[in-house]
């Protein structure tokens, strides 16, 4: 399979008065192309922090990328100039984010923000480029789209902006969109509609994606594959199967049994505890404090990934044969 995007030991930090928070810390995953790559955990976790720094979104100061490679198509996306990767951002990679409102300007027509991009990007002329926005209008959705090219985003429900925002961000044809929470702040319906739209357009047009959320039911839906991020880590890798069938990392087992699911039979059971300070880390294990297999190890030398299967990666400390040793004889003792 073709690598469209590869990380490799990312870190970002912010300074701040109080500190340096070490918001990414060593993050490596890759994105297939034509696949979707969620990418869970819960909030401050790191997750918007690294695609930020994707799109070389991360304000500088206070934030920086002090590690790491982002390649795109072979391209280390971390050593291109700020006016070559505001091409790479119009044409190549496009992102979304939670609120479709602030993603529109009030004061332009929709017809004047689809086409903005295509004018500037791919030269297109007036009446291609309303040609083209015109079908991308047909391909998220929207009903009479000739009048509503018209309209202005107040005239259209919080749905039909998210509709128009992915069209916007589609419309140069890029290779890769990344969807912050694309679906937080709609309705539930709505938000059932986003998703089966995400999975139209990527059969549609190939695109491949990477969705940050912190809802595993929207990751249950579209995703592929799922990196599980805590503390600024990736703690396990998988596809959907490897994750919701046969997670290894406490926290992930953690995470699926907080949630609500239809075969749920009994509590939901939120984990104890809260994600540890990323002004200063743990050197270890960052869910030590709140594991319950917690061993002395964990909080002192951070797990290396071990290899589940071809898909499936965890960094465990109970996957290390010297600790699955220890546990085979506790429990036959
Ligand atoms: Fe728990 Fe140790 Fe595994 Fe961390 S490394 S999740 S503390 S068992
Ligand atoms: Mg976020």
């Not at 951002?89 to 332009?108: C, E, K």
């Not at 960052?286 to 030398?301: H, I």
Request: aromatic share 6%; proline share 6%; glycine share 8%.
């Amino acid at each position: 399979m073709e690598k469209i995007l590869e990380v490799k030991n990312l870190h970002v930090t912010f300074t701040t008065y109080g500190g340096t928070v070490q918001a990414v810390r060593g993050v490596d995953f890759h994105l297939n192309k034509g696949e979707t790559l969620a990418i869970v955990g819960e909030s401050g976790c790191g997750k918007s922090v690294t695609s930020n720094a994707i799109m070389r979104l991360i304000p500088n100061p206070p934030g920086k990328i002090t590690a790491g490679e982002i390649k795109f198509k072979g391209k280390d996306l971390t050593k291109i100039s700020e006016k070559q990767m505001r091409t790479v951002r119009g044409v190549d990679i496009s992102m979304i984010f939670q609120d479709p409102m602030t993603a529109l300007n009030p004061t332009l027509t929709i017809g004047t923000q689809l086409t903005e991009g295509l004018k500037q990007h791919r030269k297109l002329s007036d009446n291609k480029a309303k040609k083209r926005a015109l079908e991308m209008m047909e391909l998220v959705g929207i009903p009479n789209p000739v009048e509503r090219m018209k309209q202005y985003p107040h005239q259209f429900s919080g749905g039909m902006r998210q509709r128009i925002v992915i069209a916007i961000a589609l419309i140069c044809e890029p290779e890769l969109l990344i969807a912050d929470e694309p679906t937080t702040a709609l309705d539930v319906t709505i938000q059932a509609q986003i998703l089966e739209l995400f999975e139209k357009i990527q059969e549609v047009t190939g695109v491949s994606i990477i969705l940050i959320t912190h809802d595993l039911g929207v990751v249950a839906k579209i995703a592929d594959r799922i990196a599980v991020m805590y503390a600024g880590k990736i703690i396990e890798t998988g596809t959907k199967r490897d994750i919701f069938y046969n997670p290894e990392h406490p926290y992930t087992k953690g995470l699926l049994n907080s949630v609500p699911r239809l075969d749920m039979k009994g509590k939901l059971k939120p984990i104890d505890g809260t994600p540890p300070d990323l002004f200063s880390p743990p050197k270890g294990c960052p869910f030590t404090a709140r594991c319950p297999f917690a061993m002395e190890v964990c909080n002192k030398v951070y797990p290396e990934s071990t290899t589940i299967s071809d898909s499936h990666t965890v960094d465990c400390w109970l996957q290390d044969e010297r600790a699955k040793k220890l546990l085979a004889n506790m429990v036959t003792n």
